[in-house]
């Protein structure tokens, strides 16, 4: 197990972090709104999809030999999940912290749907060209 997360982190953990680093930076430096965040929810969610079929595959332990497509789709309900409690955080954020994230439902559901967008183009281009990914 200590091998899959030493392999994990040095092959795939960059992905995620850098759209999340990525997001702060541009954030910080344009603002979140109107570019920024939607093309980070998007990028956030084809890294998600990328890293977690990845730690998919490398854990046959766990899941055994699943085919293609079933790692794909449990990539893509993983994203799915992820971008949900991501969504459930910046909602208590603006609760508890008094931070002005969500602005609407419209605006968590664009997220949500950007994520899962993001999710299908990686799963995808990982199909295609799997070299690529």
Aim: net charge neutral; hydrophobic share 55%.
């Amino acid at each position: 197990m200590k091998a899959i997360l030493k392999q994990l982190a040095r092959e795939v953990a960059w992905a995620p972090i850098t759209v999340f680093v990525a997001h702060e930076v541009a954030g910080g430096i344009f603002g979140h709104e109107p570019y920024v965040d939607p093309v980070m929810h998007f990028l956030g969610g084809a890294a998600m999809a990328y890293f977690l079929r990845r730690v998919a595959k490398l854990s046959p332990r766990l899941l055994g030999s699943p085919s293609a497509l079933a790692l794909d789709l449990l990539a893509f309900g993983m994203t799915g999940f992820v971008a949900i409690v991501w969504e459930f955080g910046e909602l208590g954020s603006d609760i508890f912290l008094g931070t002005n994230i969500q602005f609407s439902a419209a605006n968590t559901l664009r997220d949500l749907g950007l994520g899962l967008g993001g999710a299908v183009l990686a799963l995808l281009m990982q199909a295609r060209a799997p070299w690529v990914l």
